[in-house]
């Protein structure tokens, strides 16, 4: 079965601090993708990272980065000095080789950042 | 303009009335897929397209019928609206040849059912 937990409901944090967003995911699938999305107030769906089950560096893109640890079926992202527009529904999923390219999301995490 | 558009972006109607949600999309992409989004469960996927005869039902089809009139067009329909299909209604589309699953999504349609 695959899976993507967001233990996370919501959040809340005050600007400047620093947040993470935890993600465990599900497979037996040995090659799969797993990504992050936000959703902010106005509804669309912001793609923001895409990694496979190869690589398992972490990447840092501005204030975000991602750890992905294959050990613990984990891949969590963090904010660096959150701000008010990063207030958002963040959602994890999972796409696997043997899932058709179909994604699996998780419930959503809900960040709210105040000033 | 954008790559995946949804028509309408908002809809309410009434118990028992047949609707119809379109999206178009001009990437090209073989691949085409409707979720819906409920708060706390994310988005579930209700149908998806690998080209026109190829139709395929998802997580949670009953009560959905959809349509994929050409390779950029998917249209979902709900026969018979009930309340509990209140829900944001994303469309996406994928390359299927591409080496990543990425999917790209339409802005949304938000119904609501009275």
């Known amino acids: 079965a695959q899976k993507v937990t967001q233990a996370q409901t919501e959040i809340s944090v005050v600007e400047k601090e620093d947040v993470t967003l935890d993600c465990v995911y599900e497979?037996?699938?040995?090659?799969?993708?797993l990504f992050w999305y936000k959703q902010p107030p106005s509804g669309e769906l912001v793609f923001l990272i895409r990694?496979?089950?190869?690589?398992?560096q972490n990447e840092i893109s501005g204030r975000y980065s991602w750890n992905f640890q294959k050990s613990t079926s984990s891949f969590n992202f963090t904010i660096t000095a959150s701000q008010v527009v990063d207030s958002a529904v963040y959602f994890c999923?999972?796409?696997?080789?043997?899932?058709?390219?179909?994604?699996?999301f998780g419930q959503g995490t809900t960040l709210q950042v105040k000033p | 303009d954008a790559d995946v558009t949804q028509t309408p972006r908002n809809r309410i109607t009434k118990t028992g009335k047949r609707i119809m949600l379109e999206c178009s999309q001009t990437?090209?992409?073989?691949?085409m897929y409707w979720y819906r989004q409920d708060p706390g469960l994310g988005l579930r996927l209700i149908y998806y397209?690998?080209?026109?005869?190829?139709?395929n039902k998802g997580e949670i089809s009953d009560g959905y019928s959809v349509s994929r009139q050409a390779q950029a067009k998917f249209s979902l329909s709900l026969e018979s609206a009930i309340p509990n299909q209140t829900a944001l209604y994303f469309c996406?589309?994928?390359?299927?040849?591409?080496?990543?699953?990425?999917?790209?999504f339409g802005p949304g349609t938000r119904l609501t059912v009275t």
């Open positions: 996406a589309t994928s390359d299927g040849q591409g080496v990543l699953y990425e999917q790209y």
């Open positions: 497979t037996r699938d040995t090659t799969y993708y």
């Open positions: 990694r496979n089950s190869f690589d398992e």
């Open positions: 999923a999972l796409s696997t080789s043997g899932n058709t390219g179909k994604l699996i």
């Open positions: 990437k090209g992409h073989d691949r």
């Open positions: 397209s690998f080209d026109v005869k190829d139709i």
